[in-house]
């Protein structure tokens, strides 16, 4: 099993930035992909910004060129750098990995509140 545990959120003005990270611990040896989703009120959850087996990364369109995730590998840690943030950044980012074991398996964390104030 993995577990995984996001901070970082909180409260800025739109044009601002933060940085999001998501600590992973358990069975990190086993993830195949992990990233960064989403919720806003009233929405469905959305991905952000992922990296895919083979290192490959995909991002939203509505994030590109603003937003960066990274890795580091020794600290078992995804970070999402987010810049030039809009309201409609507005939402709970959750951070999600997935394993392969006979099927997929994804574990979830607990999600981080991001509020961009106009």
């Known amino acids: 099993q993995v577990q995984l545990v996001e901070s970082g959120g909180g409260l800025v003005q739109a044009g601002g930035s933060l940085r999001l990270s998501c600590a992973a611990s358990?069975?990190?040896?086993?993830?195949?992909?992990i990233g960064w989703y989403r919720q806003a009120p009233g929405k469905e959850r959305e991905l952000v910004a992922v990296f895919g087996s083979g290192g490959s990364i995909n991002y939203a369109d509505s994030v590109k060129g603003r937003f960066t995730i990274s890795r580091d590998y020794v600290k078992n840690t995804v970070y999402l750098q987010m810049n030039s943030l809009k309201p409609e950044d507005t939402a709970v980012y959750y951070c999600?990995?997935?394993?392969?074991?006979?099927?997929?398996?994804?574990?979830w964390g607990q999600g981080t509140q991001v509020t961009v104030a106009s």
């Open positions: 999600r990995a997935d394993t392969f074991y006979k099927t997929t398996w994804s574990y």
């Open positions: 358990g069975s990190t040896f086993s993830i195949n992909t």
